[in-house]
T-cell receptor, first 113, second 112 residues
Framework: NAGVTQTPKFRVLKTGQSMTLLCAQDMNHEYMYWYRQDPGMGLRLIHYSVGEGTTAKGEVPDGYNVSRLKKQNFLLGLESAAPSQTSVYFC????????????FGEGSWLTVV | DAKTTQPTSMDCAEGRAANLPCNHSTISGNEYVYWYRQIHSQGPQYIIHGLKNNETNEMASLIITEDRKSSTLILPHATLRDTAVYYCIVRVAGNQGGKLIFGQGTELSVKP
């Protein structure tokens, strides 16, 4: 059981480049999330989705776009990467919004130089 | 959204119980208390959650005060592998996707 899988795990970008992080879950979960974590800090919510075709902004959405074209996938895009976006990115998913456990992926390390 | 307050760090001797406190004085009646932990550089891991009754599972126990303004996570026999950052989170209800809002957490160091 793969759970939540993120690709790539590591990436180095130059300022201004674009890239997409892919999150895939095989648990048939409705809800999916993207978080970022900076050194020594807790996770901050970037965007989330409550179902296929839906997306919503979290705490720190600026500079990111997301898409949920298929239920099992949640994509996070950086159109023009900036050094401030150097971070570890975590994807997560859950069955429902209230009581259900949220499952996290193992993280994607992104460095923007 | 209800906020949580946790100590920045704690130490615990291996084999002893680790008691991690959390204050959530603005919690509302339909919000649950969740605990997650994050072992260095890994994705956060679910530990336990509760509404108002004490809860226990194979990993830990959760004690919630009667007024629900605070709670304590108990790891009954801490091991070196329990060294991690522990997050106390109040689950946002309603139409916001149930997203978790993370604070700074408590860095627990289990020492031999």
């Amino acid at each position: 059981n793969a759970g939540v899988t993120q690709t790539p795990k590591f990436r180095v970008l130059k300022t201004g480049q674009s890239m997409t992080l892919l999150c895939a879950q095989d648990m048939n979960h409705e809800y999916m999330y993207w978080y970022r974590q900076d050194p020594g800090m807790g996770l901050r919510l970037i965007h989330y989705s409550v179902g296929e075709g839906t997306t919503a902004k979290g705490e720190v959405p600026d500079g990111y776009n997301v898409s949920r074209l298929k239920k099992q996938n949640f994509l996070l895009g950086l159109e023009s990467a900036a050094p401030s976006q150097t971070s570890v990115y975590f994807c997560a998913s859950s069955m429902g919004f209230f009581v259900n456990t949220i499952y996290f992926g193992e993280g994607s390390w992104l460095t923007v130089v | 959204d209800a906020k949580t307050t946790q100590p920045t760090s704690m130490d615990c001797a291996e084999g002893r119980a680790a008691n991690l406190p959390c204050n959530h004085s603005t919690i509302s009646g339909n919000e649950y208390v969740y605990w997650y932990r994050q072992i260095h550089s890994q994705g956060p891991q679910y530990i336990i959650h509760g509404l108002k009754n004490n809860e226990t599972n194979e990993m830990a126990s959760l004690i919630i005060t009667e007024d629900r303004k605070s709670s304590t996570l108990i790891l009954p026999h801490a091991t070196l592998r329990d060294t991690a950052v522990y997050y106390c989170i109040v689950r946002v209800a309603g139409n916001q996707g149930g997203k978790l809002i993370f604070g700074q957490g408590t860095e627990l160091s289990v020492k031999p």
